[in-house]
C-alpha cells in the first residue's frame, strides 16, 4: 500500500500526545494540516483510528494496533539518526587496519595509544598478516588501509600511497661474533656467518634477496622466522647475524651490536595505503589526520 511516510509520522506524534494541537506544535505545522492528515490516512487505511472528544481524543482498537507498530519503528529510526550524529561526532565508528606485527609493534603502538584517547568511542580491528595478506585485504575491501613497506610488489598503480618514514636496514650480531665482526667494512665479507632471516614469502626478505644477489652474495640462511622479535632474540644468544630495520632497535641493549659495514642495501619507506575505490569512514580520515599530527620519534 502506497502512504506517504509523512501521514505516519502525523499519525504517531497525535497518539503520542493525545492532541492535535500538540502534535500540530510539535510538527510546526498548523492544527488543521494535522486534523486533514490523519483523515487522509484513515481513507487510504479504510478505518477509523481515533476516537474525538471535544476534550480529547484516544485510539480505536484499530489505532491502537497501528500505533503499536508504529511506535518501535519511529524509535528505531531514531536510534539510528543518532548514531548518525554520534558517528559525525566521532564518537562513534570502527576502523578496520591490516598491518604485519613489526610496523604495529615498533610504530603504530603510539599513534594507536593516542587515537583511543582521543576518540575513545571508536573501536579500532587490526589485522595481523604479512604485508603481502595485508594487500589481499585491503584490496577485499576488508581494511580501511593498511601499513606496508616499500617496495612492494603486490602494491598496483591504483592504490594510493602516502609515506610516512624513511628508514635504513642495519646488520646486528650478538656478543658472540661483537669481535670478529670489527674487522669487517662491507656486506661482501657477511657473506659466511650463519644468517638468521625472515621467511622468503616476505616483502622484506624479497628485498635483501634482490640486493644482495645484486652484489653478488649469497648468504648461508641457516634459521628463517617470521617475526623480528624473535630474530632479534636468537641473534643475542649467538645463533647468528641478521638484517633489521633501524627502528626496531630503540630499546637495543648491550647483548645486540651494531655491525658497522659499508651497506649495501637502499633505505626504505613504510608507508599508509588507501583503496582509492573504498570511501574512507570519518573514523578512518580522523586516524589519518592524527598521523600526520603525532611528532615521529
Known sequence: MDINFELYKVFYYVASEESFSKAAAKLFI??????QSIKTLEDKLETTLFIRHPKNIRL????????????PAFH???????????????????INIAVNDTICKYYLLNHL?????????????????????????????????????????????????????????????GSKYAELIKSMKTCRDLES?????????????????HHFEKEGMDPSVEIELTSIDLIKDLVRIGLGI???????????DQDLHLIPVESC??????????????????????????LGRIPRD
Open 242 to 252: 641478521s638484517c633489521v630495520p633501524d627502528f626496531c632497535l630503540k630499546d637495543m
Open 30 to 35: 498548523s492544527q488543521s494540516a494535522v486534523s
Open 60 to 71: 480505536t482498537n484499530e489505532g491502537q494496533t497501528l500505533y503499536n507498530h508504529v511506535e
Open 113 to 173: 595509544k593516542a587515537f583511543n584517547e582521543n576518540y575513545p568511542g571508536i573501536k579500532v580491528h587490526i589485522t595481523n598478516r604479512t604485508s603481502y595478506r595485508c594487500v589481499k585485504l585491503l584490496e577485499e575491501g576488508t581494511a580501511d588501509f593498511i601499513f606496508t613497506y616499500l617496495p612492494n610488489d603486490h602494491l598496483h598503480s591504483g592504490m594510493k600511497v602516502i609515506d610516512l618514514m624513511d628508514f635504513r636496514d642495519v646488520f646486528i650480531c
Open 265 to 290: 642495501l637502499p633505505s626504505r619507506k613504510l608507508s599508509m595505503v588507501i583503496n582509492p575505490k573504498m570511501p574512507l569512514s570519518l573514523a578512518s580520515e580522523a586516524f589519518i589526520e592524527l
Open 76 to 94: 528505531l529510526l531514531e536510534s539510528g539518526e543518532n548514531k548518525l550524529r554520534e558517528v559525525h561526532h566521532l564518537e562513534r565508528g570502527v
Open 193 to 209: 656467518m650463519p644468517w638468521i632471516m625472515l621467511k622468503k614469502d616476505t616483502t622484506t626478505r624479497k628485498f635483501f634477496d
